[in-house]
């Protein structure tokens, strides 16, 4: 008689069928995290089973030994398969690299190897025998060395999948304890069943459950599929940070349903996590239809969206950035996404308000200009009555013979030609700011234009005896501007360093440099430097700001109304360019205008 019927090989028997069909039920969702390794074992549990099935029911030893023989190919697979389980269901994958898996795989071909070897070396197992004493006959054998280095390394790697899949699941938010228990039981159940065996501490002796366990651990993952969605859902990681930040995070799996959403959405929506994960998003969001449909497919998206008012007494609606990133596997299949919500309803507020602001200040401003305008209009015409009949009373003086009153008229005179100076600039500025003033940009030879300046300003530089020197190069060219804005701009600001220098130099210069973009532009630099009295950098900051001075003292000493350089400055901008300071308190100033050398006439 070659075969044996014992009622104990029915365990195998129904370990092997379960196995079986687990791993179609386990096929149906192959596309989900660690469903591969799942499968691979299963089919690993099935041959374990069968083979052992087969190795029980033989009596003839040589038959029992091949069958044994068949059972670690599945034997060594199942540790391996079950660390690759872990590291894919965890989010570890980029470990499951093909050098790792050729690595993990030495152990477990050696061992097949050795196994089916083993009448040369007695390494896997010694004193093979044929035992038949009990109820049903087994063999009997000593195990060698290397079954136990064999079991070391199985333990091993077992215990690094089963470390990964409690630590997950111990950082994990309470919503997945079911899973925690399922996962807990499938890996605590095949330790039992194989230690139980290997020392021999088995309720029915002689006889391996280790696969049955495994079968017992393939129904609870399958039971925990569709309980508690194991492969569909898995917990993401997240650290604290997540819980407590302020942006809404929402993580999809590949058919769009809610895998995790951090407190800030639950909030945002009115909806506890256990309430929302699992279902479609088209479901929790039903509120926003055209959004869902939208951004169904996206996988990849930074846009800003308007959601409705939350009550109907809010006149504001809610914006919200919104970025959307896909979320791969390792073999870079498509495993869900996550969106990241940030609400920035407050700063529109603030941004409108500030528009608003801003607008009103504009408004303001031209308001302003055009008053100035106005006023500096109207003033002009008495004023320049009152210059006219000066100058006949000058004249009149002069031929009296008066000196007093040729004094006092003078006077007169030269207060008018301030005042109208002042009035000038006040209405030049003015139209610069209400955007009226007109640009007559022209061809200037620039040689000629420094010599015209210089020739002026030689006798403003004097008034504090000071020095001008002028640097022109001859070859320096043209500039295409308007030459009155220029001549003007140029006399401010050597007006401006011969009122603070005293005894000292005034140097006036010109060139030509490219742009250091090297884009094919090319500026004119003129320079106006002084050895006077310099400024603060605190002071510089308000160089541009019309009627500004530095202080009391300055401006009682010095004079000036602080409109000079401000004007200069907004010639240069009308023009294209810009003005650059330098200075240095008690040594000295030097301001630059910087004007493009070509522009449209």
């Given at each position: 008689m070659y075969w044996q019927y014992t009622p104990y090989v029915l365990p195998l028997v129904f370990s092997a069928l379960v196995s079986a069909g687990l791993v179609i039920v386990v096929w149906q969702h192959r596309s989900a995290a660690g469903a591969t390794p799942l499968i691979f074992i299963l089919l690993a549990v099935v041959v374990w089973s069968a083979g052992n099935t087969l190795e029980l029911g033989c009596v003839d030893l040589q038959a029992k030994l091949f069958w044994a023989n068949v059972e670690y190919l599945g034997i060594v697979s199942v540790p391996v398969a079950w660390l690759a389980f872990a590291l894919?269901?965890?989010?570890?994958?980029?470990?499951?690299?093909?050098?790792?898996?050729?690595?993990?795989?030495?152990?477990?071909?050696?061992?097949?190897?050795?196994?089916?070897?083993?009448?040369?070396?007695?390494?896997?197992?010694?004193?093979?025998?044929?035992?038949?004493?009990?109820?049903?006959?087994?063999?009997?054998?000593?195990?060698?060395?290397?079954?136990w280095l064999n079991m070391a390394y199985a333990y091993v790697v077992l215990g690094l999948g089963t470390v990964f899949l409690m630590q997950q699941f111990t950082l994990s938010p309470r919503l997945y304890r079911g899973q925690r228990v399922v996962l807990a039981l499938g890996a605590l159940l095949p330790w039992v069943g194989n230690v139980m065996y290997i020392f021999r501490l088995s309720p029915i002796p002689r006889l391996d459950l280790t696969p049955s366990t495994f079968a017992f651990s393939g129904l609870l993952f399958v039971w925990g599929l569709y309980r508690y969605r194991l492969l569909d859902i898995m917990p993401v990681a997240r650290a604290t940070i997540i819980e407590s930040m302020q942006d809404g995070v929402i993580v999809l799996d590949a058919r769009n349903r809610i895998v995790d959403?951090?407190?800030?959405?639950?909030?945002?929506?009115?909806?506890?996590?256990?309430?929302?994960?699992?279902?479609?998003?088209?479901?929790?969001?039903?509120?926003?239809?055209?959004?869902?449909?939208?951004?169904?497919?996206?996988?990849?998206?930074?846009?800003?969206?308007?959601?409705?008012?939350?009550?109907?007494?809010?006149?504001?609606?809610?914006?919200?950035?919104?970025?959307?990133?896909?979320?791969?596997?390792?073999?870079?299949?498509?495993?869900?996404?996550?969106?990241?919500?940030?609400?920035?309803?407050?700063?529109?507020?603030?941004?409108?308000?500030l528009r608003q602001a801003k607008d009103l200040a504009e408004a303001a401003n031209r308001a302003k200009s055009v008053f100035l305008a106005t006023v500096t209009h109207e003033l002009r015409t008495p004023l320049t009555a009152i210059m006219g009949f000066t100058e006949l009373l000058q004249e009149k003086a002069a031929e009296s013979g008066d000196a007093d009153m040729s004094t006092y008229v003078d006077k007169i005179l030269a207060a008018a030609h301030h005042l109208l100076f002042m009035i000038n600039n006040v209405l030049e500025l003015s139209r610069i700011e209400a955007g009226k003033a007109q640009l007559s940009r022209q061809v200037v030879n620039v040689p000629a234009l420094v010599a015209d300046i210089a020739q002026k300003a030689r006798s403003l530089a004097a008034k504090n005896s000071n020095v001008l020197r002028v640097k022109c190069p001859p070859d320096i060219g043209t500039l295409h501007a308007d030459i009155g804005m220029v001549r003007q701009a140029l006399l401010y600001l050597v007006d401006n360093a011969a009122k603070f220098t005293q005894n000292g130099t005034i140097t006036l210069s010109a060139s030509r440099q490219p742009d250091p973009a090297d884009n094919g532009i090319e500026w004119i630099l003129f320079s106006v430097s002084d050895t006077g009295i310099g400024m603060t950098a605190e002071q510089m900051e308000h160089l541009s700001e019309p009627f500004w001075q530095a202080d009391s003292s300055i401006t009682r000493k010095y004079g000036g109304s602080g409109l000079g350089l401000a004007l200069c400055y907004n010639f240069c901008q009308a023009m294209g360019g810009h003005v650059l300071v330098e200075s240095e308190l008690g040594v000295g100033s030097t301001f630059t205008m910087r004007l493009p050398a070509f522009a449209p006439i």
């Open positions: 894919q269901y965890t989010g570890r994958e980029k470990w499951l690299t093909r050098r790792n898996l050729a690595w993990l795989a030495v152990m477990p071909l050696l061992t097949v190897f050795l196994v089916w070897t083993n009448e040369a070396h007695n390494l896997m197992r010694s004193n093979v025998r044929l035992d038949a004493d009990g109820p049903f006959s087994v063999v009997s054998k000593t195990y060698g060395p290397w079954f959403i951090n407190p800030a959405v639950q909030r945002f929506i009115g909806i506890t996590a256990s309430e929302a994960i699992g279902y479609p998003a088209a479901q929790i969001f039903s509120s926003w239809p055209d959004l869902i449909a939208r951004y169904r497919d996206v996988t990849e998206a930074k846009v800003e969206i308007v959601l409705p008012p939350p009550h109907p007494d809010n006149a504001w609606p809610r914006y919200l950035d919104m970025h959307i990133s896909s979320l791969h596997g390792g073999a870079g299949q498509l495993r869900g996404r996550l969106i990241i919500l940030r609400d920035i309803t407050e700063y529109k507020r603030v941004e409108q308000d």
